[in-house]
């Protein structure tokens, strides 16, 4: 079958990159993924599969291992574009093992770029986070306003990987890349077939709420309700992952199209609005009729107070815009936790 091209995606197993892979075949192209399944499982593959009647092909190995990459590359010469998920996402995480976040973040990120130099390879979409702005002085947070010293190593290896890219790009490399600033993925593909798998006791919010809600975890902790914000809690920009999904392809085509304004090109991923932790389980317990058994807490440490984005350049120049509400976030989110634990049991 005739197909618009194959997209190689890095990660493709994870969270974003499976949703990505979902609406890239969606949308008519050939899928290859790359992924080490240190942070997915195999079953996925089946649910892309299900969801979308094609199976990608899969290559299990880990971007350090230059070997395996070459010879991925050497047999997918004509990828029209790369995505690139993989890389460690745990802010925590990332404190307490810095070594491992700057090699596996940073080392992937050069073997990469260096597999698609030697292959004549253009095209890039680099995953990076809003975590690069760090606590914005001003708000809603465009894409000129300055990055900051990072929070944490895993914000750090984002600031890096855009700087490793751009100056790639500068260095006069055939690449084009653009660099899309994530703001807060949650949710899941309304299917419940495929949707956020954190490894152990999440870290991220709305995770432990459905975790909460289905009876995991004994209680949520609210991090903080003394913030200068409205209701006392931190705010944050969600985005569904679906509608995050669908930007990377924009992304992809807006290069392959040859419509980037400039060979290194970097935009905010959010919705423009910004809901605290107290709203998130306020659209949980509407969207879903479940209650979240919560406690306030204290801080936690390297949190910024309230961050959103404006999204005026990315709407303007991608033609792309979120369009899912929170409560329709949440509620997906919700749907894929009692299927996944279902079909555990
Ligand atoms: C959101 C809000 C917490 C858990 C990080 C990374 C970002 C991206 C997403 C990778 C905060 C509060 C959370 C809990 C809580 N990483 N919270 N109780 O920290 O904004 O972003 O994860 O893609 O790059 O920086 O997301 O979901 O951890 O926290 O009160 O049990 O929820 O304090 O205010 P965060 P988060």
């Known amino acids: 079958m005739s197909t618009k091209g194959?997209?190689?995606?890095?990660?493709?197993?994870g969270y974003i990159g499976s949703h990505t892979t979902v609406e890239l075949i969606n949308q008519g192209y050939e899928v290859v993924i790359i992924d080490n399944l240190s942070n997915s499982q195999a079953f996925i593959l089946d649910r892309i599969e299900e969801i979308t009647g094609l199976r990608p092909k899969f290559y299990e190995f880990?971007?350090?291992?230059?070997?395996?990459?070459?010879?991925?590359?050497?047999e997918n010469i004509n990828l029209r574009g790369i995505i690139h998920f993989a890389a460690g996402k745990a802010v925590g995480e990332s404190v307490e093992k810095p070594l491992y976040y700057y090699r596996n973040n940073l080392v992937t990120m050069l073997n990469v770029l260096e597999a698609m130099k030697k292959y004549n390879m253009e095209n890039f979409v680099f995953s990076s986070s809003c975590t690069v702005y760090g606590q914005p002085d001003e708000l809603p947070v465009t894409e000129n306003a300055p990055v900051k010293p990072a929070e944490s190593p895993y914000g750090y290896t984002k600031q890096v990987c855009e700087s490793i890219l751009r100056d790639t790009i500068a260095s006069g490399a055939k690449i084009k890349g653009i660099a899309l600033r994530y703001f807060n993925p949650i949710g899941a593909h309304h299917t419940g077939l495929i949707g956020e798998l954190?490894?152990?006791?999440?870290?991220?919010?709305?995770?432990?709420?459905?975790?909460?809600?289905?009876?995991?975890?004994?209680?949520?902790?609210?991090?903080?309700?003394?913030?200068?914000t409205p209701d006392g809690s931190c705010i944050r920009d969600y985005i569904h992952v679906v509608d995050l999904a669908k930007a990377h392809i924009v992304a992809i085509e807006r290069m392959i199209g040859g419509k980037n304004k400039s060979n290194y090109e970097m935009f905010n991923i959010g919705t423009g609005n910004g809901f605290s932790v107290f709203d998130v389980i306020k659209s949980f317990e509407k969207s879903t009729g479940e209650k979240?058994?919560?406690?306030?807490?204290?801080?936690?440490?390297?949190?910024?107070?309230?961050?959103?984005?404006?999204?005026?350049?990315?709407?303007?120049?991608?033609?792309?815009?979120?369009?899912k509400t929170i409560d329709e976030m949440t509620l997906s989110a919700w749907k894929w936790e009692q299927n996944y634990r279902k079909s555990q049991e």
């Open 6 to 13: 194959k997209i190689l995606v890095t990660g493709g197993m």
């Open 62 to 74: 880990d971007l350090l291992d230059e070997k395996a990459l070459d010879a991925c590359f050497a």
């Open 198 to 228: 954190p490894i152990g006791v999440p870290a991220n919010l709305l995770p432990f709420v459905t975790q909460t809600a289905y009876g995991i975890r004994e209680q949520l902790s609210v991090f903080g309700d003394d913030y200068n």
């Open 292 to 323: 979240v058994n919560y406690k306030v807490a204290p801080r936690r440490a390297g949190d910024i107070e309230q961050i959103w984005a404006d999204t005026t350049i990315g709407n303007n120049e991608l033609g792309w815009k979120a369009e």
